[in-house]
């Protein structure tokens, strides 16, 4: 198949030309990883994986790329893509005990299934169609069902609920949508390395998906150069976030588990990405040693953090950092090679028990009523037990007060009707006026466009729970909308919490740190929570239904359409005089009776039993019956003709 | 039978009107026609309904015009497309030759080399002949053609032509043909010189293709081989000119590696095998602005080319390489070049860029990890191949590129550049590799049974006449595919009468067949570039007609639907129907037949 050059000849005089290629004068483009490790109070791991990849501005951008994916790349060029996040996930984030205010939930808690929002630069009129393209593109980018968020029946705009101003702004998720390695491998295909080298090559399929959660994220943004003609730069990050058990052998149910990152993944790290330009492991360790002194210059203090009558780090971290409550061992893995992998384990000594730093209110949605026609959604926001500690009260008018903004999105065949919203605030139902702020409301429209409800509630800070509930009316559809197996029931999208004066961020102090895991920590990001997914079950009709329908109405029309037919044409007074006569001949009272009567429903006299010879009666038979195999014949025949036909 | 019978009641008339009525076969009334009037007119009402129903279930269908296409094909397969070409041949310092002789040698010389058949895509030539005597006076066939150029006599000196550098002698001859007309089809000229045999000695005769459309042969002692040189002139015209100095055989014109929407993408990739022993980066931008720029420019008439580069990394090829202990190297065999091709791990890609049905040319420069370092390619010959590089007809091309010193030296992956030098290097096979996937040769040398021809290589990559024949094959290759596209359309369409053709896939099929026929009256008239841009919409249209999203909707509204639909209403119906009204008639016969015996009786009493 392949042909040769046979021979090399200098085929073509090419202009000599001599360019001093200086890499350095112009900035390339950058790529890092970073894995963060973070014990969970509820004997869990957590794996935070991140990579981030920069392109400088240029106008080369999807042309020609070192580093840098050329498929997002001429994604972001093809759609003008200003700001773009999707995310993969499995699981539920469990708020209580994995967190809900720390930067890591708040940008990597993810609803379940497939999530996307962008925000794009193209006049407003072409959103939507840009939109949609994109849709596809990723779609086919990431195997995945991601182009159903094409129909305008499945995103919506948000203007302020979502946390990011901007009218050109379209969110959709899919929460049925089943993530899987298939989706894994195009999103590491994006990486320098993939998952050959460094260390996403921890990436173990059957470890990775065997835990508790999951979730893979890829954020994209355009960063403007500033300068006049020349491209704007992206950042694309890429996380996968994990929750993982780890096989324990102690007997003590109160101690947490040991663990090393090859027990955790079933491989070690022997390298970094030679691509890489920083590659670093973490570990962050949380509600430790707060009261301990701050300083830990000494070397002796130093050892004493991470070989301590607690735990055992298996390897010694090149440098360690403080928060107000957490500890973050740093480890470069420069360091290891084949011969020496990098394999970082914790070892507890003695049970300890911590807690994580929650958000103010934790939100749980739930269905109300039954039946098939209609009920009700109800978001209970209770209170956590951190609450007082938080910081970002706002105080009005003398009151202290929590923001919580809901955004929630309703397939239109979920019929909201948004008077019947009530709000409860510590089981006392509230007039809309003491703490519903600010609404926003878009109606849908029947298979058309999806209803969005955004809602700021300002919430006295002694608040205990606070409840929203709003009815609805299942509606119909038509027998082609059903999606397979429409038995299961249909999903509303998990409805989003965030908390505008709240902001989570992580500052470690450290003035050195080039990290971008630790920069985007430290950026101060909105504190938010996804509720669950619900299930409605809507009436799904027979689908066999039309057919039933059809059969039966053709029957009823046909059997009036006889009888009409027979009023018409037959002769009562015949067949009266008829019966007549033969009541003549017999005189059984309930013979006659009979004989009426099937003469009435076969429409014709009855021959007299008696005068009709058998022989006669055989031959009227047999004609009938070749009569009717002619027209079963005939019906055959042109049914054979048709068919061949085509 | 009527509604009068139950007034008359037979049994108490039959004593009272005649002696013989027999009420059992006569009857005294004319039998009534006002049942049989409505169950025939319901009968009839059902069957002038069937038409009407017929047409309700009947799905949509553009008419598609059948019989364009087929003519279209027809035409296409019985007379290939040819182009007006002129052939001009200047004989200088000949005496005594008469150009109407020289002309019909080189005319039967044509025609042998092309066996009188004519290939689609190829010349439709007139040749005319100058001669130019050592008075300089020249002689010349009657030029049939206006438009064709006129040489002035006496412009070419016998002894001072080819004189200095091929490239300076090709522009003197640029000047010297200048002014022609290119109304009708392009020129080609080839300049014949007899120079005087001054130091006696036996001179090589030289023979050179020039970038443009000119060609020369240069020789002393030209007037004693004559036979020899009209034949070489004739397969210049045939060999390079018309067929572009191609093996016919080698890459058929059905490979033609352009997109149907005449988008060829160029995907270039670095791949740096083991990114742990080195690390090698490229500064493809310059390349593509001063190098392949050029090309892309010069092919403009042929498709729309785009350039993309990218480096990827951990990318192993998947065939083995074994150690040569003579060669010092690794090397790979050409029965290995199947599996060098690792598709699992080199994600190429396809562009986003390359929307629709473009073309993506794959060219993959492969740098080999430490471990396979250097690596070279065995011909079969047990030769190196100079160019370490092969192509895969419709795919691309790989070039593998050996760093210059194979030796690890240190832990830590080092960070290259490719120098530029290299770079151009690169990019001069690459520019080898392209022309090979368009079917010419790489080389710049023609050689063939009566000798070799010095060919000029282009900065563009690309000369005029091998533009030309381009454009000549691409046009025909076009029509040929517009019209198997459309034919397969058609059978299609013909085999499945329940499928749903909309308006916008007649529409296309139409003005598909409209720019076929603009490009095959274009190309009669000698209209190289429009006739490829028509022929390139002909194809175009064809396709997205034959792929049209619709086309696969075949209507699931199936005969079965049709009879499971109605048969619930119509069956029970019609068969009241049509039985009633057989009923009715034949009663309507019996009373009619007791009427007419009760009359005859009575005219007969």
């Not at chain 2, 192509?391 to 790989?398: A, D, E, F, N």
């Not at chain 2, 086309?551 to 119906?573: D, G």
Request: proline share 5%; net charge neutral; hydrophobic share 35%.
């Amino acid at each position: 198949m392949a042909s040769l050059i046979r021979s090399w000849i200098p085929l073509l005089i090419l202009q000599s030309f001599l360019v001093a290629i200086a890499f350095g004068s112009k900035e390339a483009e950058e790529f890092s990883e970073a894995l963060l490790l973070k014990p969970l109070p509820d004997r869990k791991v957590l794996a935070h994986f991140h990579f981030e990849n920069r392109a400088p501005p240029s106008n080369s951008h999807g042309r020609h790329h070192h580093l840098f994916p050329k498929a997002i790349s001429q994604l972001v060029q093809k759609f003008r893509v200003k700001e773009m996040e999707l995310s993969f996930t499995q699981g539920r984030w469990n708020h209580e005990h994995w967190g809900g205010f720390d930067p890591l939930s708040s940008m990597n808690a993810k609803p379940v299934g497939v999530e996307l929002w962008a925000v794009f630069d193209v006049p407003q009129s072409q959103v939507d169609t840009s939109w949609k393209n994109l849709t596809h593109a990723l779609s086919g980018l990431f195997c995945a069902s991601i182009n159903f968020l094409e129909s305008s029946t499945s995103y919506a705009a948000p203007t302020w609920g979502f946390g990011t101003n901007s009218d050109k702004l379209r969110y959709g998720s899919l929460p049925r949508e089943a993530v899987c390695t298939e989706n894994l491998t195009p999103w590491l295909k994006l990486l320098p390395c993939r998952d050959k080298d460094g260390i996403s090559a921890l990436m173990n399929r059957p470890s990775v998906y065997r835990g508790f959660y999951h979730s893979q994220r890829l954020h994209l943004s355009t960063v403007e150069s500033g300068q006049e003609g020349l491209g704007s730069g992206i950042v694309l990050e890429q996380t996968l976030t994990v929750v993982l058990q780890p096989e324990t052998t102690s007997v003590e149910t109160n101690m947490q588990p040991s663990w090393s990152l090859s027990s955790l993944f079933g491989r070690k790290v022997v390298g970094s990405c030679v691509l890489a330009k920083s590659s670093n492991v973490y570990l962050q360790l949380e509600g430790r040693l707060g009261h301990e002194s701050k300083n830990v210059d000494t070397e002796i203090e130093a050892h004493k953090l991470w070989k301590n009558a607690d735990f055992d780090l298996s390897l010694k971290p090149d440098r360690v950092l403080r928060e107000s409550s957490s500890l973050l061992f740093i480890f470069d893995i420069d360091k290891s090679s084949d011969s020496e992998p990098f394999d970082l384990g914790l070892t507890w000594k003695l049970p300890s028990k911590w807690s994580c730093q929650q958000a103010p209110l934790q939100a749980t949605r739930f269905l109300m009523g039954s039946g098939n026609e209609r009920g009700a959604i109800a978001i209970l926001l209770k209170a956590t037990e951190s609450q007082e500690k938080l910081p970002g009260r706002v105080v009005t008018d003398g009151r202290c007060t929590i923001k919580a903004n809901i955004f929630q999105i309703f397939p239109w065949y979920v019929k909201v009707y948004y008077h019947t919203l009530q709000i409860f605030v510590d089981q006392q139902q509230k007039t809309d006026c003491e703490v519903l702020k600010k609404i926003n409301v878009s109606p849908s429209t029947d298979k058309v466009s999806s209803g969005m409800l955004e809602m700021m509630l300002e919430l006295p800070c002694e608040v205990k729970s606070a409840a929203i509930s709003i009815e609805y009316d299942k509606g119909f559809l038509h027998i082609d909308e059903y999606p397979p197996d429409a038995n299961q029931g249909f999903d509303i999208p998990s409805a989003l919490i965030s908390f505008p004066s709240h902001h989570a961020s992580l500052d470690f102090q450290e003035e050195l740190s080039k990290s971008p895991l630790l920069s985007s920590f430290k950026e101060k990001s909105l504190v938010r929570s996804y509720t669950e997914v619900l299930l409605v079950p809507l009436t799904t009709p027979d689908f066999s239904m039309p057919y039933n329908v059809i059969t039966i109405t053709c029957t009823i029309f046909a059997l009036y359409f006889g009888s009409l037919l027979n009023v018409l044409r037959r002769r009562i007074g015949e067949e009266e005089r008829f019966l007549k006569s033969q009541a003549g001949k017999k005189t059984f009272g309930l013979k006659q009776l009979l004989s009426r009567l099937t003469a009435k429903i076969r429409g014709r006299p009855i021959e007299p039993p008696s005068s009709d010879s058998p022989a006669a009666q055989s031959s009227f038979l047999s004609s009938k019956l070749i009569f009717k195999i002619i027209l079963v014949a005939g019906a055959a025949a042109a049914w054979q003709y048709f068919s061949t036909d085509n | 039978m009527e509604e009068t019978s139950d007034r008359l009641n037979p049994t108490t008339d039959t004593s009272g009107i005649a002696p013989e009525f027999d009420p059992k076969t006569m009857r005294s009334t004319k039998p009534g026609l006002k049942r049989l009037f409505i169950t025939t007119s319901v009968l009839f009402s059902f069957l002038l309904g069937v038409p009407f129903l017929w047409k309700s279930v009947e799905i949509y269908r553009s008419p598609l015009p059948f019989h364009d296409i087929d003519s279209l094909s027809d035409q296409i397969e019985s007379t290939p497309l040819q182009f007006p070409c002129n052939f001009h041949a200047v004989f200088v310092g000949f005496e005594s030759k008469d150009p109407d002789k020289l002309r019909s040698q080189i005319q039967d010389g044509i025609n042998q080399l092309t066996h009188q058949s004519s290939q689609c895509g190829s010349c439709n030539f007139s040749i005319s002949v100058t001669v130019q005597n050592q008075a300089d006076q020249c002689s010349e066939t009657l030029a049939y053609n206006p438009s064709m150029c006129s040489y002035r006599c006496g412009v070419i000196k016998r002894n001072e032509f080819g004189v200095g550098l091929d490239d300076t002698v090709d522009e003197s001859l640029n000047d010297v043909f200048s002014g022609c007309s290119e109304n009708s089809g392009k020129t080609y000229s080839v300049v014949v010189v007899n120079k005087e045999n001054a130091n006696g000695e036996d001179e090589v005769i030289k023979a050179v293709v020039g970038k443009r459309r000119h060609a020369w042969v240069v020789g002393s002692g030209l007037e004693e081989s004559y036979g020899d040189i009209v034949a070489r002139v004739s397969e210049i015209f045939v060999k390079v000119f018309m067929n572009g100095g191609r093996d016919e055989e080698s890459i058929h014109g059905e490979f033609m590696p352009v997109g149907s929407d005449g988008k060829i993408v160029l995907s270039f990739s670095l791949l740096n095998s083991n990114p742990r022993d080195w690390v090698y980066d490229w500064d493809f931008q310059r390349i593509d602005d001063a190098l392949l720029a050029p090309v892309t420019k010069a092919l403009a008439p042929i498709a729309n080319i785009s350039v993309e580069s990218q480096v990827l990394y951990h990318t192993p090829k998947s065939s083995f390489s074994s150690w040569d202990e003579k060669l010092q190297s690794y090397i790979f065999r050409t029965s290995d070049l199947p599996f060098f091709v690792n598709s699992n791990e080199w994600h190429l890609d396809t562009s986003a860029g390359a929307s629709g049905r473009s073309k993506i040319l794959q060219f993959v420069v492969y740098i080999p990890s430490g471990k396979e370092c250097p690596l070279l390619l065995q011909l079969p010959n047990g030769e190196i191949s100079k160019t370490n590089g092969f192509i895969s007809p419709m795919w691309g091309g790989v070039i593998v590129w050996n760093p210059e010193n194979c030796d690890k030296d240190s832990e830590s992956p080092s960070r290259n550049t490719i120098s530029p030098q290299d770079l151009e290097q690169i990019v001069e096979i690459f520019l080898g590799q392209f022309r090979q996937l368009f079917g010419f040769k790489s080389e710049a040398i023609y050689t063939s049974g009566l000798g070799t021809y010095k060919i000029l290589p282009s900065e563009r990559g690309f000369t005029e006449w091998e533009l030309d024949v381009l454009s000549r094959k691409h046009t025909c290759f076009n029509l040929h595919s517009c019209s198997t596209t459309l034919g397969s359309l058609s059978r299609l369409v013909r085999s499945l009468p329940r499928m749903i053709i909309k308006d916008e896939i007649g529409e296309q099929v139409k003005y598909s067949l409209k720019a076929a026929k603009l490009a095959q009256s274009n190309a009669s008239l000698g209209g190289y570039s429009s006739s490829a841009s028509s022929s390139r919409e002909a194809r175009s249209l064809a396709e997205n007609a034959f792929f049209h999203p619709s086309i696969m909707s075949v209507s699931y509204f199936s005969y079965e639907h049709c009879f499971a639909v109605y048969s619930p209403f119509f069956l029970p119906v019609v068969a009241h129907i049509v039985f009633a009204a057989l009923r009715e008639w034949k009663g309507y016969r019996q009373e009619k037949a007791k009427y007419l015996t009760w009359l005859t009786r009575k005219k007969t009493a």
